[in-house]
C-alpha cells in the first residue's frame, strides 16, 4: 500500500536551505505536518513560514547537529511537541572537500560528526516509537560521492558510506517491523553546498539538477518504498560499473583529475 503524506508528521534535518528546505515544503504542500532544524534562525523561520502556508502546525528547531547531546534534546522536543515521528528525513550535511594531503583528522571528525554521528543517533532516537507503531520511515541523504568515491573530498565520501550501509544493515533489522528506510543518492544538485566557505572549489565538471527534481526524485520513491534512489537515475549505472572494475573504475578518475589539473 502506498505511504500517504497527508496528516503525517514529518522531521526534516537541514532544512533551512536546499534540498532539505525544498523537501520540506513539498511535505507540507501534501498536507503533513512538517518539522525542519537547522542552525541559521532566519533562514529556516523563512522556510517554516513557507511550509505553514500548506500546513500551520508546522514548526521548527534551532539546533546545532555537530553537538550530539544536542540531537538527543532535539529528538525529546519534537516528540514533546508533536506526539510522535512518522518520517525522519536526515538530509542535514556538510562537504569540507579537502585533497587529503591537505585533510586534518579533526576536519574526518567533524565531518563523520554531522554526516554520520549525528543522523544515526537521531534515528536511534526516533526509531522506537516508529517500531511501536509498526509503521514509519526513516529517509537519509547519501550522496553519489559515497559510491563513486569522489576525488577531493575522501572524508565526506567516507561519511556518506558509512550512513548508506548503516541504513542498509538497519533495514534489514527491521525488515518485518513496518518501518521502512529508504538510501538517496543525488549527484550534483544546485544548492549553497557547492559555494560554502573552507572547502575546496568544485571543480568536477557535472551538470547540475535543479533542487525541485531532487525533489520529486525522493516523494517518487518514498510513494514505491524504494530502497535507494539515484537522482539523476544514469549514476546508477555508474555505480554499478565501478563495483564491476574498481581499478578501470579508480584509474579512470585518476585521468580525469589529472586533465582537469592540467586545464587550470
Ligand atoms: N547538493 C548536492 O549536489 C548534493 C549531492 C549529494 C548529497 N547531498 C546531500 O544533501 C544534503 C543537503 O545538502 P544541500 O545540497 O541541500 O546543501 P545545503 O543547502 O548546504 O544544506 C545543508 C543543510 O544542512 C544544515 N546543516 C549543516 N550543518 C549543520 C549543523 N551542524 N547543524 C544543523 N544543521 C546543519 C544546513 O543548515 P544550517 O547551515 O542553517 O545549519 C543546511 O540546512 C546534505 O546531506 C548533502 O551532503 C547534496
Redesign the pocket.
Known sequence: MAFELADRNILV?????????GLAEAFAKAGAVVGI????KD??SEVLERCREHSPKSRMWV????DLSAVDALAVAVLGELGHVDVLVN?????KRRHVTKLDADTVDAVMN??FS?PVRLTLALLPQMLERGEGRIVN?????ATLSSPGESA?DAS?AALAVFSEAMAVDIWDSGVKVMVV??????????T?PDNDPFTATIE?IS?DEAVKAVLDGMAKDAMQVYVPGWFAGLASSKAADIEGFLSGTAEYVRQQNAAT
Open positions: 534535518t537541514g532544512a533551512s536551505s536546499g534540498i532539505g528546505a532544524c537547522a542552525r541559521r533562514r529556516l539546533t546545532d547537529l555537530a538530509n542535514a550535511g556538510i562537504p554531522i554526516n549525528s541523504l547519501s550522496s553519489v560521492a565526506y556518506k543518492y543525488p549527484g550534483v544538485v544546485d544548492t549553497e553546498l557547492f560554502l547540475a533542487i
